[in-house]
């Protein structure tokens, strides 16, 4: 299996609660907009049942937090596919899943608006990160800033530790460098060989990454919706 990645725009088409289990309707009530979790949901069982064959509302997520051990949070995996890893994101207009065998997976989507406020460099970036947006503005420098967080966060969510890493301590290449793990400062256990790559999701107020936790050759599939 490839690394095989689907987007899609956020929907209000009433169809795909009914791919959701109780679990996962259940923490829709708690949403004030529940269309991005639906979204994303129905869209990572959709993908993980192509690519697997098991029709997609039997499929049964599970969660592990690489921090504290519960199962009531964390990494999302697939019960009784060991081999298979998931990653899923989604904002307010936009989701992405990924599934692959390859390695641990994790993806990433931001919103440029999400990268507008003051002091992002010192809380997200490292200083050599923070030169290569030097001369950069207006949605140059949101794209830039956005992409470097979305790359981060992808890792992070492949490594499982989410945002318990600071993640300036994560740096990565320079925004107009093909995405790659600069060097791991973080205290935490570093990952090992981790590929990178941007995704492309044909619009210019997002940006995407994803990560794999692998030395292997990977073939990403994108197939945006
Ligand atoms: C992972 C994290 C960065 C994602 O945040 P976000 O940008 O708001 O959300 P995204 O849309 O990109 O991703 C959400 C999905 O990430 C996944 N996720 C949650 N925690 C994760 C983790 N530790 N590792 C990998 N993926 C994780 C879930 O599938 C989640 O979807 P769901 O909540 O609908 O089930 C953030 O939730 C985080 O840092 N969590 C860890 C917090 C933690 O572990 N605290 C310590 C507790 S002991």
């Known amino acids: ?3 095989v990645i689907r987007t899609t725009e956020v929907t209000d088409d009433p169809r795909l609660r ?7 309707l259940e923490r829709v009530q708690r949403r004030e907009n529940p269309h991005p979790f639906i979204t994303a949901h129905a869209l990572l069982r959709r993908l993980v049942a192509d690519e697997t064959g098991v029709d997609p509302r039997q499929l049964e997520f599970e969660k592990r937090c690489a921090t504290c051990g ?10 009784g596919m060991r081999d298979i890893h998931v990653s899923v994101s989604y904002g307010e207009h936009m989701a992405v899943a990924v599934v692959t065998n390859i390695g641990e997976v994790g993806v990433d989507v931001e919103d440029l608006e999400s ?24 949605d140059a420098l949101l794209g830039a800033r956005a992409l470097l967080w979305a790359r981060k966060e992808a890792i992070l969510k492949a490594t499982g530790h989410g945002l318990v890493v600071d993640p300036s301590q994560v740096v990565v290449s320079a925004p107009d460098a093909p995405a790659a793990l600069v ?3 973080a205290r935490e ?3 090992g060989p981790t590929q990178v790559g941007d995704i492309d999701l044909g619009r210019e107020d997002h940006r995407a990454a994803v990560a794999v936790l692998t030395s292997r050759p990977i073939t990403v599939r994108v197939q945006r919706g």
């Open 183 to 185: 060097e791991w400062k």
């Open 18 to 24: 009914d791919l959701l289990d109780a679990g996962e």
């Open 1 to 3: 299996m490839a690394v």
């Open 115 to 138: 990268a507008d406020f003051d002091g992002f460099a010192s809380v997200t970036l490292d200083a050599s990160e923070a030169a290569h947006l030097d001369g950069l503005d207006g």
């Open 70 to 79: 519960t199962d009531r949070h964390g990494k999302p995996h697939v019960a």
């Open 189 to 191: 256990h570093p990952p």
